[in-house]
């Protein structure tokens, strides 16, 4: 038994991003979506 962890279940609709995520929505043709290619 896994003591210390606490799960919960709540609904998605509680779920909120972080407003500092830098997660961007790139498409091909941005320069950092390019870049990003070029070093796979």
Do not use: F, H, T
Not at 16 to 35: C, F, T, V
């Amino acid at each position: 038994m896994n003591q210390g962890m606490i799960v919960q279940k709540i609904p998605v609709s509680e779920i909120n991003p972080a407003k500092y995520n830098p997660r961007k929505d790139l498409k091909p043709g941005d320069p950092e979506y390019e870049k990003l290619k070029k070093s796979i």
